[in-house]
């Protein structure tokens, strides 16, 4: 088993988590999303981000605007819907739970008793 295969598979796990987390702060465009996630070390290509922010328009999560630019063409800038923020409140609970429970079993030494 390769780690790089496993340390790709969990960064994916919580690309969708991470890209409506920067979208709660305001609109951007995909170049500003891959910016912020590659500054956060977790490395993801454009072809990997424009699908995963279609699924997510798709899903009701996230809707999109298109902005004239003075540097080139039209930008289209992703914004969360109002279930993108129910949505994005409900992983927040659920990340805080799981990163509890990784962190509860990957350090907690057992007591004699256990």
């Not at 951007?28 to 956060?40: G, H, M, R």
Request: proline share 4%; net charge neutral; charged share 25%.
């Amino acid at each position: 088993m390769k780690i790089e295969n496993t340390k790709a598979q969990m960064r994916k796990g919580v690309l969708e988590f991470c890209i409506l987390s920067i979208l709660q702060h305001g609109d951007a465009y995909t170049s500003e999303i891959l910016a912020q996630l590659k500054d956060a070390k977790l490395l993801v290509v454009e072809g990997t981000i424009y699908p995963l922010l279609t699924r997510l328009k798709n899903a009701g999560l996230l809707s999109y605007r298109w902005e004239e630019s003075t540097s080139g063409p039209p930008r289209k800038y992703y914004l969360l819907t109002e279930t993108g923020q129910l949505f994005l409140k409900e992983l927040s609970s659920t990340w805080s739970d799981l990163v509890e429970a990784v962190n509860h079993v990957t350090t907690h030494k057992p007591s004699e008793n256990e």
